[in-house]
């Protein structure tokens, strides 16, 4: 069983400012896809690689 990720963002209009709560993510940033795309984008930006395991 896979845990549900939870992010903590403001809770007033569009979570622009106001107190910490939990706040849905983003339907892209569960896509595997998406982020194994923006992981390899910003090592291309910043010229950094990560040498990170890939999970059993």
Known sequence: ?????????????????GAPTRVPLAPAAT????VRRLWEVSEDLADVRFAIPAPP
Do not use: H, K, N, V
């Open 1 to 17: 069983m896979q845990d549900t990720p939870e992010f903590i963002g403001p809770d007033g209009p569009s979570e622009l400012r």
């Open 31 to 34: 896509d595997a896809d998406t």
